[in-house]
């Protein structure tokens, strides 16, 4: 009996916690991305900032059109961002939708204690730059998933 008890208990737990967070979806012109509700939204000259009350992380988003930057020379400009002496090869690429070239790189920042995942997307001379960023010690269950999920929400219009 007490195994049954014991059962029901964890098959109900797991019920409640494996419910999602309500969301809503932030949209521009060009792009769009699934956020937590309650989360921030803030615009700083075109760069997006997306990021929980207690600000433990953001998801950030910039774009760029008209930009000259090869893609011989993207996985260069992706590891300067973060003064990276990793090697190139850590970052994947593959083609993605709409033409757009996929590249994916994650980091974390020893000094600053923050985990990084970047997202590029380039096309000719546009390209999308998102990156997550949170402290190492809120990267953990719930937030890495919500950070997670928005990042993977991200698609764009055209």
């Given at each position: 009996?007490?195994?049954?008890?014991?059962a029901?208990?964890l098959?109900?737990?797991?019920?409640?916690?494996?419910?999602?967070?309500?969301t809503?979806v932030?949209?521009?012109?060009?792009?769009?991305i699934?956020?937590?509700?309650?989360?921030?939204?803030?615009?700083?000259?075109?760069?997006?900032n997306?990021?929980?009350?207690n600000?433990?992380?953001?998801?950030?988003?910039?774009?760029?059109?008209?930009?000259?930057?090869p893609?011989?020379?993207?996985?260069?400009f992706?590891?300067?961002?973060?003064?990276?002496?990793?090697?190139?090869?850590?970052?994947?690429?593959?083609?993605?939708?709409?033409?757009?070239?996929?590249y994916?790189?994650?980091?974390?920042?020893?000094?600053?204690?923050?985990?990084?995942?970047?997202?590029?997307?380039?096309?000719?001379?546009?390209?999308?730059?998102?990156?997550?960023?949170?402290?190492?010690?809120?990267?953990?269950?719930?937030?890495a998933?919500?950070?997670?999920?928005?990042?993977?929400?991200?698609?764009i219009?055209?």
């Open positions: 009996m007490k195994k049954l008890i014991a029901g208990f098959f109900t737990g797991s019920l409640v916690f494996s419910q999602s967070v309500p809503k932030y949209e521009n012109e060009n792009y769009s699934t956020l937590p509700e309650g989360w921030k939204v803030t615009d700083d000259s075109n760069i997006i997306i990021f929980p009350g600000e433990v992380g953001a998801v950030t988003i910039s774009e760029y059109h008209g930009l000259n930057l893609k011989t020379e993207t996985k260069k992706i590891l300067a961002l973060y003064h990276s002496s990793d090697d190139e090869s850590k970052i994947r690429s593959r083609s993605g939708k709409k033409g757009y070239t996929e994916r790189y994650e980091h974390f920042d020893e000094k600053q204690k923050l985990f990084w995942i970047t997202k590029v997307l380039q096309k000719d001379k546009d390209l999308f730059l998102v990156t997550v960023n949170c402290g190492q010690k809120y990267w953990n269950g719930n937030y998933k919500l950070f997670n999920e928005a990042f993977d929400s991200f698609k219009k055209k």
